[in-house]
């Protein structure tokens, strides 16, 4: 899945005006499908299509997969597409999205070839209230719409004392996206080892992490997953060692404090461990 790419050039206000005006746009007198109502929307309220400091917030404009366009709500549902050619190269895509009763209006062509997506507009409401402030859905995600699996690569015998390159699975199950932590600097991993000889190895006190990125979060589609790659049993202060022959249960943490509402997202939060991974281990380590 990936989010549809948009770049922005302005057009003038004076030349999109002159353009809607001559536009030639369905008769919307009565008003019966949702598109006569969308047009209707926009020509009320003077929808700014022409103004690149209004254009959709990233992570709030709709998302393209296989060919069809859904809403970035959490609900993640079909949007309805109609486009109008209009004068001068000119182009109006409207996505409308049924169960929110919201439209984003996509500007394109026009002689600076501009391409530029505002929105997410309410239906029947003023430009004082349509325009959200950030990307919030109306509620944060639950703590059980989140599960965790920790996975290594094969099935055989660990030597003793050696590294164990495992990966932590972050798996949706809710009803819609779901923003993740994915930066392990952020977001803290650690692990619970039992077994025969378990020794933990300091590894230091990391250096403080910055502030949340917006690159640090990834949005997991509905029963999607994200994989974190960890070549070794360790965080960012112990390594977990197993050194003598026998049967190891490695269980997994994943814990998030960073909500993401600085960064206009409402991301997971909250801590879950996985079931237990076994590791047969042979050998002794010298």
Not at 18 to 46: M, N, Q, S, Y
Not at 87 to 99: A, D, F, K, Q, T
Not at 180 to 190: E, K, T, Y
């Amino acid at each position: 899945m990936s989010r549809i790419s948009w770049s922005v050039f302005l057009l003038t206000a004076a030349m999109i005006g002159a353009t809607l005006a001559g536009a030639g746009a369905p008769d919307v007198a009565v008003p019966r499908r949702w598109w006569e109502r969308v047009w209707d929307d926009i020509e009320a309220f003077k929808r700014p299509i022409n103004d690149a400091t209004a254009r959709t917030k990233t992570g709030d404009e709709p998302i393209a997969r296989k060919g069809r366009v859904f809403s970035p709500r959490p609900h993640g549902s079909p949007l309805r597409v109609k486009t109008w050619r209009l004068r001068s190269g000119v182009s109006l895509c409207v996505y409308y999205c049924e169960i929110d009763r919201i439209y984003w209006v996509h500007v394109l062509g026009g002689p600076k070839r501009m391409n530029l997506v505002t929105g997410p507009y309410t239906l029947g409401r003023g430009p004082t209230t349509t325009r959200p402030v950030t990307t919030q859905p109306a509620v944060r995600p639950a703590q059980e719409s989140l599960t965790i699996r920790l996975e290594r690569e094969g099935r055989g015998p660990v030597a003793a004392g050696a590294k164990v390159p495992v990966r932590l699975v972050l798996v949706n199950t809710g009803s819609g996206g779901m923003w993740v932590n994915v930066n392990p600097a952020l977001a803290r991993i650690g692990f619970r080892v039992r077994g025969a000889g378990v020794e933990r190895r300091p590894l230091g006190v990391p250096g403080p992490a910055g502030p949340p990125a917006r690159d640090d979060f990834v949005l997991v589609p509905p029963t999607g997953r994200h994989v974190i790659p960890l070549d070794d049993l360790s965080t960012g202060r112990t390594r977990y060692r197993l050194t003598l022959d026998g049967r190891y249960e490695v269980r997994a943490t994943y814990a998030n404090e960073h909500d993401g509402r600085t960064l206009g997202l409402w991301a997971w939060t909250g801590s879950v461990t996985s079931a237990p991974l076994v590791i047969r281990v042979v050998g002794q380590a010298p």
